[in-house]
T-cell receptor
Framework: LAKTTQPISMDSYEGQEVNITCSHNNIATNDYITWYQQFPSQGPRFIIQGYKTKVTNEVASLFIPADRKSSTLSLPRVSLSDTAVYYCLVGESNDMRFGAGTRLTVKP | GAGVSQTPSNKVTEKGKYVELRCDPISGHTALYWYRQSLGQGPEFLIYFQGTGAADDSGLPNDRFFAVRPEGSVSTLKIQRTERGDSAVYLC??????????????FGSGTRLTVV
């Protein structure tokens, strides 16, 4: 399973765009990149998944360069309610392993 | 149901006791996963079921932990001779299939187990 590295924490302010980058140097050909969000006292919630280039949904965008050794989750115009832990996972299937995640704090 | 349901939401037990944690996945989801999460850490994989069978139990920490899914829907995680180090939030998730998809897994809210 590919190992991922992401910042432990990030701070932002309301209305800003937040970009969280995840490194996964040993990603395999069949691996997908998936991001989850977790609020306190809740299970993680699926945000977005991609294989290459760019994926966008109503919540976020995911940018994946051609070498796929990293990915960037982009959250447009964050609000206080986006304060959470964000996990980057890499794997071929859904039985993926979580790292420690990035704790995003959005300030007013 | 509409989501993944886990019961109980909280469980306090004495050291050495036996506990059962229940997970009711989304109807029709063939894949079911158990994770354990300690404070400040990411979820730790325990076991994965495809249908009724445990396809990957490599995350179970020792033989005190066991999980079943006899009819391919509801799953029970069983912990024997509980220890204080077993205290954590136990999370269950389900997905339509094992392969990566645009939906990932859906998690329940977890069972907070406290061993005193």
């Amino acid at each position: 399973l590919a190992k991922t590295t992401q910042p432990i924490s990030m701070d932002s302010y309301e209305g800003q765009e937040v970009n969280i980058t995840c490194s996964h140097n040993n990603i395999a050909t069949n691996d997908y990149i998936t991001w989850y969000q977790q609020f306190p006292s809740q299970g993680p919630r699926f945000i977005i998944q991609g294989y290459k280039t760019k994926v966008t949904n109503e919540v976020a965008s995911l940018f994946i360069p051609a070498d796929r050794k990293s990915s960037t989750l982009s959250l447009p115009r964050v609000s206080l309610s986006d304060t959470a832990v964000y996990y980057c996972l890499v794997g071929e299937s859904n039985d993926m392993r979580f790292g420690a995640g990035t704790r995003l704090t959005v300030k007013p | 149901g509409a989501g993944v349901s886990q019961t109980p939401s909280n469980k306090v037990t004495e050291k050495g006791k036996y506990v059962e944690l229940r997970c009711d996945p989304i109807s029709g989801h063939t894949a079911l996963y158990w994770y354990r999460q300690s404070l400040g850490q990411g979820p730790e994989f325990l076991i994965y079921f495809q249908g009724t069978g445990a396809a990957d139990d490599s995350g179970l920490p020792n033989d005190r932990f066991f999980a079943v899914r006899p009819e391919g829907s509801v799953s029970t995680l069983k912990i024997q001779r509980t220890e204080r180090g077993d205290s954590a939030v136990y999370l269950c998730a389900s997905s339509l299939t094992r392969t990566a998809s645009n939906y990932g897994y859906t998690f329940g809210s977890g069972t907070r187990l406290t061993v005193v």
